[in-house]
């Protein structure tokens, strides 16, 4: 059975390119380093890939949850670090897309269309860990314009991209709720930079905290309306996050269990000239491992298909797939070093930084704890806040 639909098959085959051609030579180096990955997301941009999410008037590709799940599965099986930089960009363009103004549309959709502008989410906070729909960052009138105050922490891309999609309290009380999203200009005055966050794995995100001390951000670069809480958090925001990062999950779960197929096949004993592969607890195992990953797989594309189909259903299957992604990835990348041995506990080796990258699920926001409360009261008819 074909995993990917069929239609999106062409497009994988250019993302599995870029991958392959220029991901994959540069991932150790950018893991080694903690290098954000400027050769891939060039080698993107000239593939015409920036712009999944931007309609085709504008010179996107007008690609919706499946293509996301696809592209980003296809990345990180060459480099995960690489895989979340282009998946916030791609996220950061949906909420952008979502209710752009013809303005918005000419000044940021169009030139991410071009590959000329990369974006990112700037949400998540050091007050409230998972609950990234909550925001103490201040947005001020002033006149006709705002100013932002706040401190944001995890911005992937952070001090690379050219736009943040940054979440803000109203700037007033509001019947719709508190949260807000403005667009703020990588250049902005008064925008600056913490030190970058040493990670275990996905060392290549460019994670780092942002300052914004009365940062000038034009009305025009308001995003939706104000207050738009649970609207664009869980029909926009949260959606896409979270189908990028099941895509993520599996694709480094994937590259994993490749990588200890190899190794079984090649590896032979010297007293017998037996490859390992022959081995009865070897085949049980591998059988098992690519079990647990296809059923991951499976559900992460059947949620993206039902939230391009606009499903009642869909955020749930959504919440589900991040969760099962995450756990299967750090089970399989742990399961698949015991099957390569020594070898791939090295410093350097690749099965060791799959294992790392894959540990970053169960402490991503939002958690998986969390992730099934949501589901939890969703199935039950219960607001989910």
Request: proline content about 4%.
């Amino acid at each position: 059975m074909k995993v990917i639909p069929a239609r999106l098959r062409p497009l994988q085959a250019r993302f599995a390119a870029v991958a392959r051609e220029v991901l994959m030579p540069h991932a150790a180096t950018v893991d080694r380093e903690a290098r954000w990955p400027e050769a891939g997301f060039a080698a993107l941009a000239d593939a015409g890939l920036m712009g999944l999410h931007v309609p085709k008037r504008l010179g996107g590709l007008e690609e919706g949850f499946s293509a996301l799940v696809m592209a980003t599965e296809t990345l990180a099986q060459a480099c995960a670090s690489s895989a979340l930089c282009y998946g916030m960009h791609c996220v950061g363009s949906a909420v952008i897309a979502a209710k752009a103004t013809r303005d918005q549309e000419e000044r940021y959709l169009a030139l991410i269309a071009q590959g000329r502008h990369i974006t990112t989410l700037a949400l998540s906070e050091p007050g409230h860990g998972s609950h990234a729909y909550l925001a103490d960052t201040e947005l001020r009138q002033d006149g006709l314009d705002y100013r932002v105050c706040g401190i944001k922490q995890f911005v992937t891309n952070g001090s690379y991209a050219d736009s943040y999609v940054v979440s803000t309290k109203a700037s007033e009380p509001n019947e719709q709720g508190e949260f807000s999203c403005v667009l703020v200009d990588g250049s902005a005055a008064g925008l600056s930079w913490l030190a970058p966050w040493e990670g275990m794995g996905l060392r290549g995100n460019s994670s780092r905290g942002m300052r914004l001390d009365n940062v000038p951000v034009p009305r025009a670069n308001r995003l939706g309306d104000e207050g738009d809480e649970v609207w664009y958090f869980f029909q926009i925001i949260a959606p896409y996050f979270l189908i990028a990062m099941a895509g993520i999950y599996n694709g480094i779960a994937q590259a994993a269990l490749a990588n200890a197929l190899t190794h079984v096949r090649e590896r032979t004993f010297s007293h017998s000239g037996e490859s390992l592969a022959r081995a009865d607890m070897i085949q049980d195992k591998v059988g098992a491992l690519w079990r647990r990953a296809q059923q991951a797989r499976l559900l992460a594309y059947h949620a993206a298909e039902l939230a391009d189909a606009n499903d009642p259903d869909a955020l749930q299957e959504i919440l589900a797939s991040k969760v099962s992604a995450g756990e299967m990835a750090v089970e399989v990348a742990t399961e698949a070093m015991a099957l390569c041995g020594g070898t791939a506990y090295g410093e350097n080796a690749v099965q060791a930084r799959l294992l790392r990258d894959a540990h970053a699920a169960p402490v991503m926001s939002p958690t998986a704890a969390l992730l099934r409360l949501w589901a939890g009261r969703l199935l039950l008819g219960i607001p989910i806040l």
